[in-house]
């Protein structure tokens, strides 16, 4: 398969002129099949759908999107792209949207996933619902669990999160796997025995083995005795689950969005005598 990474940021975009080699977009993944196409082929399977999707449009060389965006939860930062991808946002386009089956909220049940969605997307927040964009869309809900979708086997585990259910994800074509959890919370099941969060089943599961570990990273150890309880691990905590996991490489994402380019190249030193250990950076592409 082949992973564009097209968001690595995480809260809120960050432009200017200090962010400019790691990337201001949110989180978003595309990947592609393994398909024997010249170029690798267009991604087909987009993880996430923060503004970062915007840049899944120019790979797709003036082609509409058909395939299947899954995302990992609700937050802003994951769904703001939806209506500003050119490629999905066409008559041509086929769409089909996963997100994590939400939990009871009333006697009726949960809601649907485009109702839940609606309730950011819609006037007076914006102008048009979900339903306004063109193209054939589908929306649908994910239990934790085993899935196929566009040639690829998916695992959807929930992980600890503030702020609504969460899920992580693994990916595997029968040859390469990978695993994303951009937002993780592991000191909300306790200290772990590193002080960075609990090392919990889920986690280790989605890990386990794969060929690329992409996580969050979103603080410093130093800060996580404040700021943990916002929703985030340390940059340590990814690469520990990594290596208990035997996960092969862990690409460190969803910088916090003050952290500068020089802020994030002081953490690819800090870790660079790991060689299985990268600070993830908009625009990377990575075959596995």
């Known amino acids: 398969m082949r992973i564009h990474l097209c968001g690595v940021r995480g809260s809120t975009p960050a432009p200017g002129a200090e962010f400019v080699r790691y990337g201001g977009h949110t989180s978003c993944v595309a990947i592609a099949p393994d398909d024997g196409a010249p170029g690798g082929g267009a991604p087909r399977l987009i993880l996430d759908a923060g503004t970062g999707l915007r840049r899944v449009t120019g790979l797709l060389g003036g082609a509409p999107f058909a395939g299947t965006i899954i995302l990992t939860h609700l937050h802003w930062d994951h769904v703001h792209g939806l209506p500003f991808f050119s490629a999905g946002d066409r008559d041509d386009a086929r769409v089909t949207l996963l997100l994590p089956e939400q939990e009871a909220q009333n006697e009726e049940g949960s809601a649907g996933a485009e109702e839940v969605l ?31 979708a566009e040639g690829f086997t998916i695992e959807a585990r929930e992980v600890p999160h503030k702020g609504g259910r969460t899920f992580g994800y693994r990916v595997s074509d029968g040859h390469s796997a ?44 130093d800060e996580v005795a404040a700021e943990a309880s916002f929703g985030h691990p340390a940059a340590d905590y990814a690469v520990a689950l990594a290596h208990r996991a035997g996960a092969r490489r862990v690409l ?37």
């Open 252 to 288: 460190l994402t969803h910088h916090k969005p003050d952290r500068t380019d020089d802020a994030l190249d002081a953490l690819a030193t800090r870790f660079r005598p790991d060689p299985t250990v990268t600070v993830a950076a908009q625009g990377q592409l990575l075959d596995l």
């Open 178 to 221: 990978m695993a994303y959890i951009p937002d993780h919370c592991p000191t909300a099941l306790g200290p772990g025995p590193d002080g960075w969060g609990e090392y919990h089943p889920a986690a280790l599961a989605l890990a386990a083995d794969v060929d690329l570990l992409i996580h969050d990273a979103f603080l410093r150890p």
């Open 118 to 148: 609606a309730r950011g997307m819609s006037p007076p927040h914006f102008p048009i619902t979900p339903a306004g964009l063109r193209g054939d869309w589908s929306f649908g809900s994910l239990a934790p669990g085993v899935f196929k």
